[in-house]
C-alpha cells in the first residue's frame, strides 16, 4: 500500500476543521487535525507530516510562533508551511515569509485551489 | 445788579447814558453862547449908548459955550436960539444916560452933572441979566469967570462919563474875549470827554454782549467735538444768559442720553461676552491683523493661557498652534467660511489622554467691510472620534468574525459543487450555486467594510509615488477585458500623452476597477465604457464614461454615501453598495474630489481629480 501524505491542519474552528478534513482525506491525503500552537509544534516533532496548514489565529501559541518554532529547528524546517488567515494585510503576509512560510492563504479559498497549492508543494 | 438786566435794556440804556452826554455837551454850548452874548450886550448896548450920550453931551455942551460967546457979541437971539437948540439935545443925551446906568459910580457921575449943568444954566441966566445993563466988559468978566469955569466943569464931567464907559467897553471886551476862549477849551474838553465816555461805555456794552457769546461760541464748539462734561458758566439774567441756561439743560439730557445709551453698550457688551464665555467649546477671536480680541475660558484652560496675557497679542506669539494659524490665515484670505472637512481635525496631547477638536473658522465682516474678524471655534470631537474608533473597531472584529463561518461555508460548498464529495442532482446544483453566490457576496461585502473601516479610522497607508496615468487605466482595464468581450461591450482607455499623476497606483486602480465594474453591471451590448484622463489647471481630470442606462436625478447626490443603490435595480445588483462609499474616502485621501455626471438613457461619467507629479 502506498504511503499517503501527511498534512497537519492547524486550526481551532471546528466546522473549517470538518470541511477540510473532508476535502483532505476525499483527495487522498491522511490528515491530523490540531486546535492549538503548543500541540501543533508537538504534534509537528512526533508525527512528521509531509505539510503543515497553519492558521494565524489559533489559542496559546499564534500561528507566527509555530512557524517560528518549526523553521528554527532543523528536523522540521525542511516541512513545507501554508499559513491561513482571513486577514489579508500586507505586513502580515510579509511577516510569514520573513518567518520562512512557504505560502500565504487567505480565507476563504476555493477548495480546488487549496488542492492546487497543496499539490505543487509535495 | 446790571448783570440782571435784559440785553435789550442794557443796549437801551448805553444809548440814554450817550444821549445824555450829548444833551449835556449841547447844554453847556449854550450856556457857553449866552454868556459871550452877555459880554457882547455889554459893550454894545449898556456902554456903547452911554458913550454916545456923553459925547453928544459935550457936542451940545461946547455948542452951547459957543452960543453963550454969541450972546455976548451981541447977537443975541441967535445964540438964545443955539443954546435952547443944544439944551434940548443936552438934556436929551442926559435922561438917555440917566436911563442906561449900569456901571458903579456912573449914577454919581450923572448926578454931579444934572447938579453943574444946572448951576450952569443959572450963570447962563446971571449973564443974560447982565447983558440988559450994557456992560460989556462986566458980561466979559462974568462969563470968563463964571460961566466959562462952570462949562468947564460939565464938560470935565460928561468927558468922565465918556472916559468910565470906555473904560468899561474894554474891560467887557476883554471878559467876552476870555469867555470865548474859555468856551473853545471847556467845549473841546467837555466833548472829549464825552467821547472818551461814550467808546468806554460802548466797549463796555458791547463786552457785556459780546463776551458771553465767545464763551458760549468756545463751549458749543467744545460740546461739538464730543466733550459733554461742559457746562456754560454764564450766570446774567439777560437773552444770553437765558441761552446759556438752555444750552447747559441740552448738554445735560444729552449727556443723560449718552449716559444711558453707554450703559446699554455695556449691558449688550456683558451679555455677549457672557454667551461668548459660556460656550463650552473653546473659541478665540482674531482681528486681521491676527490680534487675538477674545478668548473665552475653555480656550484658555485648553492652551493654558491667561486672558490678560493674550488680549492684543499676535496669535503666534501666545497660542503658538500653527495648524489652527494656518487656517485663520487661509480665511482671512479667501473670505470662506472653512469648518466640518476632516482635514481641519486637530489633535492636542494633555496629560497623557489625546484630544481631538475640528477647528471652524469664520469670517466677520462689519457693514462697511473695512473690520475682519475671525472667529475659531474648537469642536472638541474626542468622544466622537472614540465611538468612531469603537465602529472601526467593531466593524472590523465583526468582519473577521464572518469570515472563518464564511470560509467554511463557502469551501464546503464547492466542495460540492465540485462533486468530489458525491453526485448531486440539478436541483441540489441550483441551490448549492445560489448559496455559493450569496456567500461570495456576503464575502464581498465584509472586504468592503474592512476597506471602509480602514480608511475611516485613517489606518490606511497611501503610499504615492509619481505613475503614468496609462499604466493606471491598463491595470484597472485588465480584470474586464474578458467579462466585457462576453458581455459586447466596448471597453476603451483614452489616449494619453505621458501624462502623470502624484497617487497610490493600487488604491487608484482600486477606484477605477470599482468603477468600470459598476458600469459593466449597468451596461447591455453595444455600449461602451471609455476612460478619459485630462489636465486641467494644477489637477488632473480622470473619468470613467459609459454609454449605460444612467442614474436618475434623485439618486445622484447620495450615490456616494453607504449602502445606497439606485432603486429598481437591486436583482441586478450584487455590489456591497459600498464601493462608491470607499471610492469618495480614497480620492478625498488622495486631496481631490469626486462627483457624477448622468443622464438617464444616455449614459454616466464619474470623474475624479488627482494631483499633478510633485
Redesign the interface.
Known amino acids: 500500500m502506498v504511503e499517503l501524505n501527511k498534512i497537519l491542519v492547524v486550526e481551532d474552528s471546528k466546522n473549517i476543521v470538518t470541511v477540510l478534513k473532508i476535502c483532505l482525506t476525499n483527495a487522498g491525503y491522511e490528515v491530523k487535525i490540531v486546535s492549538d500552537g503548543v500541540d501543533a509544534v508537538d504534534t509537528a516533532f512526533d508525527w512528521e507530516p509531509d505539510l503543515i496548514l497553519l492558521d494565524i489565529k489559533i489559542p496559546k501559541m499564534n500561528g507566527f510562533l509555530v512557524c517560528e518554532t518549526l523553521k528554527k529547528d532543523e528536523s522540521t524546517a525542511q516541512i513545507p508551511i501554508l499559513m491561513m488567515s482571513a486577514k489579508a494585510e500586507e505586513e502580515d503576509i510579509k511577516k510569514a515569509y520573513d518567518l520562512g512560510a512557504d505560502d500565504y492563504i487567505i480565507k476563504p479559498v476555493e477548495p480546488s485551489k487549496l488542492l492546487e497549492k497543496i499539490a505543487s508543494y509535495l | 445788579m446790571i448783570k440782571n438786566l435784559s440785553l435789550k435794556t442794557k443796549i437801551l440804556l448805553g444809548y440814554i447814558v450817550i444821549i445824555l452826554i450829548t444833551i449835556g455837551v449841547a447844554l453847556w454850548s449854550i450856556n457857553n453862547f449866552m454868556t459871550l452874548n452877555e459880554a457882547i450886550h455889554d459893550i454894545m448896548v449898556e456902554n456903547y449908548r452911554s458913550v454916545i450920550a456923553a459925547e453928544n453931551m459935550v457936542e451940545s455942551l461946547e455948542r452951547q459955550d459957543s452960543a453963550e460967546l454969541i450972546f455976548i457979541f451981541g447977537q443975541k437971539e441967535r445964540a438964545l436960539n443955539i443954546f435952547r437948540e443944544n439944551q434940548m439935545q443936552f438934556m436929551k443925551y442926559l435922561s438917555r444916560a440917566e436911563d442906561n446906568i449900569t456901571i458903579s459910580g456912573e449914577e454919581k457921575i450923572i448926578n454931579n452933572i444934572n447938579k453943574d449943568y444946572q448951576v450952569y444954566l443959572d450963570k447962563f441966566w446971571n449973564l443974560r441979566q447982565l447983558s440988559n445993563q450994557d456992560n460989556l466988559q462986566k458980561i466979559q468978566d462974568y462969563y470968563l469967570q463964571e460961566s466959562m469955569l462952570q462949562f468947564q466943569t460939565v464938560k470935565n464931567e460928561a468927558r468922565k462919563l465918556l472916559m468910565i464907559n470906555q473904560e468899561h467897553m474894554k474891560k467887557s471886551q476883554q471878559k467876552a474875549n476870555n469867555n470865548a476862549s474859555q468856551a473853545i477849551y471847556s467845549t473841546i474838553v467837555f466833548s472829549v470827554l464825552a467821547v472818551i465816555l461814550a467808546i468806554v461805555l460802548g466797549i463796555y456794552i458791547s463786552n457785556l454782549i459780546i463776551r458771553p457769546t465767545k464763551r458760549l461760541t468756545e463751549i458749543v464748539k467744545e460740546v461739538a467735538d464730543g466733550d459733554l462734561e461742559q457746562i456754560i458758566e454764564i450766570d446774567t439774567k439777560d437773552e444770553i444768559g437765558e441761552l446759556a441756561a438752555e444750552f447747559n439743560s441740552m448738554t445735560q439730557r444729552l449727556r443723560e442720553y449718552e449716559e444711558m445709551n453707554v450703559s446699554k453698550l455695556i449691558a449688550e457688551k456683558n451679555k455677549s461676552e457672557g454667551i461668548v464665555k459660556s460656550i463650552s467649546s473653546p473659541l478665540l477671536v482674531t482681528d486681521d491683523d491676527n490680534k487675538i480680541l477674545l478668548i473665552n475660558p475653555r480656550a484658555e484652560k485648553l492652551f493654558k493661557l491667561e486672558e490678560e496675557d493674550v488680549l492684543g497679542n499676535h496669535f503666534l506669539e501666545t497660542v503658538k498652534e500653527e495648524r489652527i494659524f494656518n487656517l485663520i490665515t487661509e480665511t482671512l484670505n479667501s473670505g470662506s467660511e472653512q469648518s466640518g472637512k476632516d482635514s481641519r481635525v486637530i489633535k492636542f496631547e494633555q496629560k497623557n489622554e489625546e484630544l481631538y477638536f475640528r477647528v471652524s473658522t469664520t469670517l466677520v465682516k462689519d457693514k462697511s467691510g473695512d473690520t475682519k474678524l475671525v472667529v475659531t471655534l474648537l469642536d472638541d470631537i474626542t468622544h466622537l472620534k472614540e465611538v468612531d474608533e469603537m465602529k472601526s473597531e467593531f466593524v472590523s472584529m465583526v468582519s ?1 468574525e464572518f ?10 460548498i ?2 460540492l459543487l ?1 462533486g ?2 458525491g453526485e448531486v442532482n440539478d436541483n441540489q446544483q441550483e441551490l448549492l450555486e445560489v448559496a455559493k453566490e450569496d ?1 461570495e457576496r456576503l ?1 464581498n461585502l465584509v472586504d468592503d467594510l474592512l476597506d471602509l473601516s480602514k480608511i475611516e479610522s485613517g489606518e490606511i497607508n497611501l503610499e504615492f509615488d509619481n505613475i503614468q496615468v496609462e499604466k493606471i487605466f491598463e491595470a484597472s482595464i485588465k480584470p474586464f477585458v474578458d467579462q466585457a468581450k462576453n458581455k459586447g461591450v466596448e471597453l476603451v482607455a483614452d489616449n494619453i500623452d505621458d501624462l502623470a499623476v502624484h497617487a497610490d497606483l493600487n488604491k487608484i486602480t482600486w477606484v477605477i476597477t470599482n468603477l468600470i465594474g459598476n458600469a459593466l453591471r449597468y451596461t447591455n451590448s453595444g455600449d461602451q465604457i471609455k476612460l478619459l484622463a485630462e489636465k486641467k489647471g494644477h489637477k488632473v481630470h480622470i473619468s470613467v464614461t459609459d454609454t449605460g442606462e444612467g442614474i436618475p436625478k434623485e439618486y445622484q447626490h447620495k450615490i456616494f454615501d453607504k449602502f445606497v443603490r439606485v432603486g429598481g435595480d437591486k436583482d441586478k445588483d450584487t455590489g456591497s453598495g459600498l464601493g462608491l462609499a470607499i471610492s469618495k474616502e480614497m480620492i478625498e485621501a488622495h486631496g481631490g474630489r469626486i462627483w457624477v455626471e448622468s443622464e438617464v438613457g444616455e449614459g454616466t461619467t464619474f470623474t475624479f481629480t488627482l494631483k499633478l507629479p510633485k
Open positions: 473577521h469570515r472563518t463561518p464564511l470560509t467554511s461555508m463557502n469551501m464546503g464547492s466542495m465540485e468530489n464529495i456567500c464575502n
